[in-house]
């Protein structure tokens, strides 16, 4: 029985999120209320508070919900630290925006924080989060770069942390732009082109690999 009620608890979460997602994208987060969320999700606002402390809360787990996959993807590869470093970096920043171009729930959730968000006193805890997760894939960015430095024995023409941060830039404009109008550029493609230019214009070109794979394809 506890099984069950543990099961049915996260389903009732499941649903809240669901409801959530399609009612943020569909009238913005400032005009929904956590009672639209309730009746959409065909439960009672009472277990909304079961499950999260409020408006803000739920919109981080909302978020977390798809953007997790990412942040593990990202984190995973600052990890290495030998002359792999730049090109873990480079897969990693292209899988994420595989998933970006082909999971609707992901888009959708992206879509919602980048441009169906405003940042009222309510959701000060949601753009805590966003600063937090920013300043990480800065601090990613900046240790895979380090570690390329110091494997190829190069120096950078711009601070280390400046490298990091316009390549985070770069990864973040190009989402920002493609999802107000996918069809106006391949968002895998586009990303794979620019982000080369760009580390080769810190002299760390990337040396083509032996067979080209599609982000997310198997060995």
């Given at each position: 029985m506890a099984r069950r009620t543990k099961?049915?608890?996260?389903?009732?979460?499941?649903?809240?999120?669901?409801?959530?997602?399609?009612?943020?994208?569909?009238?913005?987060?400032?005009?929904?209320?956590?009672?639209?969320i309730a009746t959409a999700a065909g439960t009672t606002r009472g277990a909304i508070y079961w499950h999260f402390k409020d408006k803000a809360d739920l919109f981080n787990a909302m978020m977390e919900r798809v953007t997790l996959p990412l942040e593990e993807i990202h984190a995973q590869a600052s990890l290495v630290t030998d002359g792999d470093a730049l090109t873990q970096l480079r897969t990693a920043l292209l899988g994420a925006l595989h998933i970006i171009a082909t999971d609707a729930s992901t888009r959708r959730v992206l879509e919602i924080a980048i441009?169906?968000?405003?940042?009222?006193?309510?959701?000060?805890?949601?753009?805590?989060?966003?600063?937090?997760?920013?300043?990480?894939?800065?601090?990613?960015?900046?240790?895979?770069?380090?570690?390329?430095?110091?494997?190829?024995?190069?120096?950078?023409?711009?601070?280390?942390?400046?490298?990091?941060?316009?390549?985070?830039?770069?990864?973040?404009?190009?989402?920002?732009?493609?999802?107000?109008?996918?069809?106006?550029?391949?968002?895998?493609?586009?990303?794979q082109q620019t982000m080369d230019v760009y580390l080769a214009g810190l002299t760390l070109s990337m040396r083509p690999p032996l067979q080209e794979k599609t982000p997310g394809q198997s060995c």
């Amino acid at each position: 029985m506890a099984r069950r009620t543990k099961a049915e608890a996260q389903a009732t979460r499941n649903g809240l999120l669901d409801a959530a997602e399609q009612l943020f994208q569909a009238r913005g987060v400032s005009r929904t209320s956590l009672n639209d969320i309730a009746t959409a999700a065909g439960t009672t606002r009472g277990a909304i508070y079961w499950h999260f402390k409020d408006k803000a809360d739920l919109f981080n787990a909302m978020m977390e919900r798809v953007t997790l996959p990412l942040e593990e993807i990202h984190a995973q590869a600052s990890l290495v630290t030998d002359g792999d470093a730049l090109t873990q970096l480079r897969t990693a920043l292209l899988g994420a925006l595989h998933i970006i171009a082909t999971d609707a729930s992901t888009r959708r959730v992206l879509e919602i924080a980048i441009h169906k968000m405003e940042l009222t006193n309510e959701l000060v805890a949601v753009q805590e989060r966003c600063l937090r997760i920013y300043r990480q894939c800065v601090e990613h960015n900046q240790l895979a770069l380090t570690s390329a430095v110091q494997a190829r024995g190069q120096a950078l023409a711009i601070p280390l942390h400046t490298a990091a941060t316009g390549l985070q830039a770069l990864v973040e404009g190009l989402v920002q732009h493609w999802l107000l109008n996918p069809q106006a550029f391949d968002l895998e493609q586009t990303g794979q082109q620019t982000m080369d230019v760009y580390l080769a214009g810190l002299t760390l070109s990337m040396r083509p690999p032996l067979q080209e794979k599609t982000p997310g394809q198997s060995c």
